[in-house]
């Protein structure tokens, strides 16, 4: 008896395996354009209103809630809570630290990713993006860190809106 258990528990196994590695080409394709679509209107935004290798619109994290929003739709790191949520209290405590403990580093790196964490669990809207959003705010371009709070407002809450929106839009288009 034990034999058989075993091998209708690898049999199991290998079902649930199969079936995860499965290829639905068209979540993978509702994926691709919609984060093709929501990262290239930041881009293009970022195009015509500043020229070189400094973004602004663009922040790294926002490739990062990408995958989320658009690849693992439905994590509970990817509702509209979490990314909109996230993104702005850790935008909001990464400047403000910055503003509190200038020129730092070592300091207000680990401060600022750390408070945002904590807020974000606290308030419910954790998106591990988010810490990177607050580091940006830290460790960004000279533009980035005089916007001050403007940072807050743009890129991120703008930016952030674009990427729910183009996810409801794009993500809505499929079954699951």
């Known amino acids: 008896m034990p034999v058989q258990k075993i091998k209708r528990s690898y049999r199991k196994t290998r079902y649930i395996l199969y ?13 691709f354009l919609g984060s093709f679509v929501g990262i290239g209107i930041l881009a293009y935004i970022e195009s015509i ?4 290798n400094d973004a602004v619109y663009l ?9 989320l929003v658009y690849g693992i739709i439905q994590s509970p790191f990817s509702q509209p809570r979490n ?6 209290i850790s935008a909001l405590i990464g400047v403000t630290v910055h ?7 070592w300091i207000t790196a680990p401060l600022a990713v750390s408070i945002s964490i904590i807020l974000m669990q606290i308030t419910k809207t954790l998106h591990p993006p988010g810490g990177a959003t ?5 460790i960004g371009s000279d533009k980035i860190k005089d916007l001050g709070y403007l940072y807050v407002i743009s890129p991120v809450l703008i930016g952030v809106m674009i990427l ?3 996810a409801l839009i794009f993500n809505n288009m499929t079954s699951n």
């Open 134 to 138: 607050a580091l940006i705010a830290i």
């Open 49 to 52: 209103h500043f020229s070189g």
């Open 99 to 105: 503003k509190l403990v200038p020129d730092i580093i």
């Open 19 to 31: 079936r995860e590695t499965l290829v639905d080409w068209k979540e993978h394709f509702w994926a």
């Open 83 to 88: 990314l909109v949520g996230g993104h702005l």
């Open 164 to 166: 729910l929106l183009t």
């Open 59 to 67: 922040i790294a994290s926002f490739g990062a809630s990408s995958v």
